[in-house]
């Protein structure tokens, strides 16, 4: 079993003809997506080597019966495209498009609120089953099939963690990139819930970073809902405050957000954080064993 994307999944592209959403739209492809239909606003009737492009998500979903949405549409349009996947009834969009203004996605939230949709991210590295499904922009080759779910702020640290454990025999169930700014459509609590009720994920690790407090929050719901083992990494313990990290929400404000403070709060809910990624993947083994 898996959590968010599988077999069923039925994927739309919104920017399918675009460089970089056809780009990994043909990847997505590759590696056994089920990739349905794209959506470019005037271009129905074309096609991406075999998928079908229409102009709307709403003719997508009723033409091919597509369930899941990927988002490649540049920031200013970004959000109307989230809306229109979501009036269309899927159930799971990931938007990976970065530079989305917060306060537009203020409104996404609490948009999503209103039904049982999903979304990942923005700025977002998508989702992976390895074996069954990936949708995002995630490198395949370094995931491996198995009964560790992954959940991160990050993208890259979430490649090097699954490489690492990988090495070590140990493969995932699925991994699940958030996304890295502020407000995101699903959070840590969000997805570890999943895991927690997936009868195929034996452990979790949780990728954070500096900034906000979402992995304090995903502590306390761990402490007192999760049976499941998690093991926790936190990057930027060297980073100064005041100063952006590399994604939008990883910015130390006044004495709150700091790795240290994260990696404290979490160990005193008994969540065991690694320092480095080695050191995480030893942690996953010596928990397992």
Do not use: W
């Amino acid at each position: 079993m898996s959590i968010l994307v599988d077999e069923n999944t039925k994927l739309v592209v919104q920017g399918v003809t675009g460089r970089e959403g056809q780009f990994h739209t043909l990847r997505n492809k590759a590696y056994g997506t089920n990739v349905v239909a794209g959506v470019t606003p005037g271009k129905a009737g074309q096609d991406v080597e075999g998928i079908p492009v229409f102009n709307t998500v709403r003719d997508a979903v009723e033409a091919t019966g597509a369930n899941t949405s990927m988002i490649f549409v540049p920031p200013r349009f970004a959000t109307d495209a989230i809306y229109e996947s979501l009036d269309a009834g899927i159930d799971l969009t990931i938007a990976i498009t970065e530079g989305i203004p917060a306060h537009d996605m203020m409104r996404v939230y609490t948009h999503l609120g209103r039904s049982d949709q999903r979304l990942l991210g923005p700025n977002c590295p998508g989702a992976i089953s390895p074996g069954k499904a990936t949708v995002g922009i995630m490198p395949t080759d370094v995931f491996t099939p198995g009964r560790v779910g992954i959940v991160s702020r990050s993208g890259t640290l979430t490649y090097q963690i699954s490489k690492e454990i990988g090495d070590m025999g140990i493969g995932q169930s699925t991994v699940v990139g958030i996304g890295g700014d502020p407000i995101v459509g699903s959070s840590f609590i969000d997805v570890l819930g999943m895991f927690e009720a997936d009868p195929d994920t034996d452990l979790v690790v949780m990728v954070g970073e500096i900034g906000g407090d979402e992995e304090e929050r995903a502590g306390e719901f761990i402490a007192a809902n999760m049976t499941t083992p998690v093991v926790g990494y936190i990057a930027g313990f060297q980073a100064p405050p005041g100063k952006q990290m590399g994604h939008a929400g990883a910015i130390i404000t006044g004495s709150s957000g700091t790795a240290q403070g994260k990696k404290d709060a979490l160990e005193a809910l008994g969540v065991r954080v690694g320092t480095n990624p080695t050191e995480v993947a030893e942690i996953v083994v010596e928990t397992l064993a």
